[in-house]
């Protein structure tokens, strides 16, 4: 692989509301469609992806059907690895109630990467799942030029993590948002970051 386009899924009716999602499976909502068309128009004259892999939980997947059925690429492939933290108890909290309800647990969530959501996972479990990933699709991500993901917003903050050999915690203050377009290029001895939270529709 030579290159990655790592894109966040468009905007759902729990991101404009500022509520917990989590693993739970929540739409697009028609702005998120909308941003991922524009998406599209801004990809367009950029390399094709050879292949693409997508978080299974619907918000992502719909942004990469979008994506790929615009840019005449195959069919993506969902895969669980890439699905956004399980946030366990807090799913379809609101974040501000979770402020409220839950101030020192939260406070060491955001905080400690090790720190697990009550009943779900910390950003390290998020970063282990990325490796199996990375393990388990080796030899196919050895034989292709481009590659897409299409995943989550702190997913996403992670895989810069892995790919950069940065500090899990610091890439969590890292802004990514909805349709966000994130581009690494493969040099001779190490990777570069391209472009990170590039959204052409703001």
Same mark, same amino acid.
């Given at each position: ?69 615009? %840019?005449? =690429? @195959? ?8 699905? /956004?933290?399980?946030?366990? !108890?807090? +799913?379809?909290? #609101? ?15 955001? %905080?400690? =990467? @090790? ?8 950003? /390290?479990?998020?970063?282990? !799942?990325? +490796?199996?990933? #990375? ?38 203050? #890292? ?28």
């Amino acid at each position: 692989m030579k290159r990655l386009y790592l894109v966040r899924h468009g905007e759902t009716e729990w991101n404009a509301d500022n509520r917990v999602q989590g693993s739970i499976d929540i739409p697009l909502s028609p702005k998120g469609r909308q941003q991922a068309g524009w998406l599209v128009k801004c990809m367009a004259r950029m390399h094709r992806p050879d292949m693409t892999f997508s978080s299974d939980l619907c918000r992502a997947k719909e942004t990469a059907e979008i994506l790929t059925s615009g %840019l005449g =690429a @195959g069919s993506p492939v969902q895969d669980p690895l890439l699905r /956004e933290i399980n946030c366990g !108890r807090w +799913e379809s909290l #609101f974040i501000p109630d979770l402020e409220k309800d839950f101030p020192r647990e939260y406070e060491a969530w955001r %905080l400690d =990467a @090790g720190f697990k959501c009550p009943g779900g996972e910390s950003v /390290e479990d998020v970063k282990k !799942r990325i +490796e199996a990933f #990375f393990a388990g699709k080796a030899s196919e991500l050895s034989s292709a030029e481009t590659v897409m993901i299409v995943a989550h917003g702190l997913f996403n903050r992670t895989m810069l993590a892995h790919i950069m050999n940065l500090g899990l915690q610091q890439c969590r203050y #890292f802004e990514q948002d909805n349709a966000a377009l994130n581009v690494f290029v493969w040099g001779r001895l190490m990777p570069r970051v391209v472009a990170w939270n590039y959204t052409p529709f703001c």
